[in-house]
Nanobody
């Protein structure tokens, strides 16, 4: 499955951005989709995840500010980011875990190329 992120950019502290991730391809079913964030000096950290049957999961640092949602009909994942601060700066990646994945639990099968988000003071 191919994942393409969009919606990144520059935003001021306290502002909002909405990221989108379009999934394309054939012959697959997506079990879980997630947003990860890479910040300077750190690896990729999970920001938010949603699967087909459960409640969304958020990192503590973004709870009550970010909302993950998924349009199954359009195979698109969204991340609404509000009340943004400097710690939200980073490259945001969309990831998907497929039904029948052979990866260890929680390990995605596909990744997008990322979209840069910068929060300025």
């Amino acid at each position: 499955v191919r994942l393409v992120e969009s919606g990144g950019g520059l935003v001021q502290t306290g502002g909002s951005l909405r990221l989108s991730c379009a999934a394309s391809g054939s012959g697959f079913s997506i079990q879980e989709m997630a947003w990860y964030r890479r910040t300077p000096g750190r690896g990729r950290d999970l920001v938010a995840a949603t699967n087909s049957g459960g409640s969304p999961h958020y990192a503590d640092s973004v709870k009550d500010r970010f909302t993950i949602s998924r349009d199954n009909a359009e195979n698109t994942l969204y991340l609404q980011m509000n009340e943004m601060n400097a710690d939200d700066t980073g490259t945001y990646y969309c990831a998907a875990r497929l039904v029948g994945s052979r990866n260890p639990p929680g390990v995605p099968d596909s990744w997008g190329r990322g979209t840069q988000v910068t929060v300025s003071s």
